[in-house]
């Protein structure tokens, strides 16, 4: 008798070449993406086309895209296992998003929290910020996606995505998969060292603000040591604000230790203070981000090899995408090219 294989599961994850990657990245995405890659058909995305909705220094750009793929291949994605590309090399994904566009309601899109919050910041507002969710959803429906891993603050994106593809599919027949978000349970929202009340981001590039990816072991030891606490000695988890410091760095020694909220509180039943804390906290960030670090350092001398990398991804993500933009051509009324 013969068996059939169960379909995997497509997996498409994107992230923009804007600021280096950090602790909360690491913990809350890569990570997950490297020790699942080989259980589903995974995607990871390199969206250099939506770092463009804000000016970009063109070598600028060029240097962080590089640098972005390096830290991922150190951090352990497989190009055997992932396919890892650059999104400006395959067109599809702007052609994807000028036709979904012609489709997404305006209002949809000017009730986005995040492009009300960053336009309201700006004297002249780019077309580009007020669409960019149009791309996002064009760079996840091109390739069926089951799955989006996402943190909190992109779950709108996704339901956004999702009255996207449903919006098309109404019009024009059935043409998408509905894809689902998944946000990670542990280490999904690592907050800022300097100010546990915002998430540790890419943009802020404040000294002790967040443990980057590429930092040296003294570096992520200040950075740690010097994070901020309250004026309590106890260690345990507590969703009281003032002691969101205190519960950030249990945080990352869970994410870190994969133990459970009473073991971990356990670990430090004996701590005579936050300094026991941080100095455990910071023992295992270093043994964490050391190997990535290292292996960071060859990659990014080894241009040709990045660049021959990428252009086998891209290639990957071409023999997907193409054809799925000729459908959307089709469905919309467009002539196909001989």
Known sequence: MTMIKAKRARVFSGIQPSGALHLGNYLGAVRQWVEHQGEKENFICIVDLHALTQCQEPEALRRQTRELAAILLACGIDPDQTTLFVQSHVRAHAEGAWILSCTTPVGWLERMTQYKSRSRALKTVATGLLTYPVLQSADILLYDADEVPVGEDQKQHIELCRDVAQRFNQIYGETFVIPKGVIPEIGARVMGLDDPSQKMSKSREVRGHAVLLTDQDEEIQRSIRRAVTDSGRE??????????????????????TRRSLDEVESDFHDARGYGDLKEAVAELVVKALGPIRDRYEELIQEEAKLDALLAQGAEQARAVAEPKVELLKQRVGLIRSS
């Open 235 to 256: 260690i345990r988890f507590s969703k009281v604000a003032e002691r969101a410091g205190v519960n950030n760095l249990l945080t990352i020694y869970q994410a870190l």
